[in-house]
């Protein structure tokens, strides 16, 4: 059965995944090929200089890409299911309703945070090419709230969409709007530290929120 | 035994009352079809069957569980037919087949298979991309490869042609009789009813009409016309008709009393006419008859 959900949610989200991977990667590339273009006319103390104390940030092209691919694995997942009310064929198969919805989101989550992980991964690996460990370490700090955020839309938009009312559904997305404009605050290198512990947790927390719509769903609400 | 037993149901919208302590059950066996203009509660009573709303009060139980609480046991014994013939349109018939087939231990691809073999589309053709008749057959095959005992089709003939119509009756009747399922289903159709199902539930603004077997309905559920000798004759027929259509002086009505019963009354009333019939009808006049047109 967990074989058969899993090639479902793969089938609605295989396009988007692949084509996130391809954006992605361009992105690095993107940066990287500016970086060593930067680097060969401007010596690399200069360039890291700039980095550390003029607040230049190489990767900023990366900033709202996390943002999309979160937004676009959660429409191609979810808003299938919604059209013609198709969630109730997936309540209707023989397992439990939440176990289900718990599922196909757990495989959502964990293809979104593997591909983010690919990106963080590479990103790391071309930084280390041109860069010491500090500057790879306060970009990644940089970094990494846009990533969390990404998830957090992702969890999001599976709650707005999978939502029956579209009244609650304005009122989610205008809370979720408020709070995924905290992950993509313009801050300087590294600002995010402090908070990105609390922000994990409640991304974490965000997580679970799907089933309060899988479960006003299945009560009927309209 | 039963397949479904529903007790003592009432639901709002809001303040709207859509029924109050409505109660059925469904033989097990049995095709029933449930029949009902629209805002009568039809899709109200499927999506309680399903699980998918909560009564205002009262239950549903099928095979002795609350639908609101099916067990996955309970759940791969029920075939489900949205209204619209709705499946995965994502997939094409080879993904749906494959995908469903991981659900229940006695899917039985066989039947699925054949009703494909008939359709004229590609291997790798998505549903979305299929027509209406085409996805009816492969919501269709998907249910008969699942093998359920109980089959709830919702509105199983929207947006089909009438072959496409023909052939889903057909199949399915023989189906459910040769295997000995429980059928519930509802149609806007309501000449196709007539050669599906077994019984009949009639339902009006917050209330059942008749639940009967469709025989016994169609047997004792009469339309008479007769003309008056005076068209300014006052005429009662409240004592016996279910639904009276007057026009000048002829007198259209529908009742559940005989021919000497209609004449008994309309001699003990004083009614003068020139001349009586009785029509036959069909499924579909009778519904009319019992619900009005309007």
């Known amino acids: 059965m967990l074989k058969s959900i899993l090639y479902k949610e793969w089938i609605k989200i295989r396009l988007v995944v692949w084509i996130a991977l391809g954006l992605g990667l361009l992105a690095l590339i993107n940066i990287f090929l500016k970086v060593r273009h930067d680097i060969l006319f401007v010596d690399a103390a200069n360039y890291w200089y ?3 104390f003029r607040g230049y940030t190489y990767f900023s092209i990366l900033k709202f890409l996390p943002f999309v691919i979160g937004l676009a694995v959660a429409i191609a997942q979810y808003f299938p299911e919604t059209v013609n009310k198709r969630l109730k064929l997936t309540f209707h198969l023989p397992v439990s309703e939440n176990g289900i919805l718990i599922k196909m989101h757990a495989f959502g989550a964990v293809i979104l945070l593997a591909l983010f992980l690919v990106l963080l991964g ?17 970009s990644l700090l940089t970094i990494l709230p846009w990533f969390l955020g990404g998830m957090a839309t992702y969890f999001l938009v599976a709650l707005i969409l999978l939502e029956p009312m579209w009244i609650f559904r ?10 995924v404009t905290i992950f993509f605050t313009s801050a300087s290198i590294g600002a995010f530290s402090p908070v990105l512990l609390p922000l994990t947790l409640i991304t974490l927390v965000l997580s679970c929120v799907v089933l309060f719509s899988g479960y006003r769903f299945r009560k009927g609400e309209m | 035994m039963y397949a479904i037993e529903c007790k003592n149901l009432t639901h709002y919208y809001g303040k709207k009352l859509v029924y109050e302590n409505l109660s059925f059950n469904v033989e097990e066996g049995k095709i029933l079809g449930l029949l009902g203009k629209n805002g009568t509660g039809k899709s109200t009573t499927i999506n309680i069957l399903n699980g998918f709303l909560q009564p205002f009060s009262g239950e549903c139980l099928i095979y002795g569980e609350n639908t609101q609480t099916l067990t996955p046991e309970t759940k791969r014994r029920i075939g489900f037919l949205i209204e619209g013939h709705i499946q995965y349109s994502f997939m094409n018939i080879h993904q749906i087949e494959k995908f469903y087939s991981g659900f229940y231990p006695d899917w039985n691809s066989a039947p699925y298979w054949e009703l494909m073999s008939k359709l004229k589309v590609t291997p790798k053709q998505r549903i979305s991309t299929m027509s209406c008749g085409q996805r009816s057959q492969v919501a269709l095959g998907l249910i008969l490869a699942q093998n359920p ?5 919702d509105d199983f003939s929207m947006g089909l042609d009438p072959g496409y119509r023909r052939l889903f009756i057909d199949y399915m009747r023989e189906y459910a009789k040769a295997e000995h399922k429980t059928v519930f289903v509802t149609s806007h159709i309501i000449q196709d009813m007539e050669r599906l199902i077994d019984d009949v539930m009639i339902m009006d603004y917050n209330k059942i009409l008749a639940q009967q077997p469709v025989e016994q309905f169609m047997n004792t559920f009469r339309q008479f016309n007769i003309t008056l000798t005076s068209p300014q004759q006052e005429v009662d027929l409240d004592g016996i008709a279910v639904n009276i259509e007057k026009v000048k002086d002829k007198i259209e009505f529908y009742t559940y009393s005989t021919e000497d019963e209609v004449k008994n009354y309309l001699a003990s009333k004083g009614i003068d006419y020139s001349s009586f019939e009785e029509r036959k009808m069909s499924l579909e006049d009778a519904f009319i008859g019992l619900t009005r047109k309007y």
């Open chain 1, 50 to 52: 700039s980095f550390l």
């Open chain 1, 122 to 138: 590479l990103f790391t690996a071309g930084s280390a090419i041109f860069f010491p460990s500090n500057i790879i370490r306060a």
């Open chain 2, 149 to 153: 005992d109980l089959l709830i089709l």
């Open chain 1, 170 to 179: 304005g009122l989610y997305t205008a809370v979720a709007a408020g709070f």
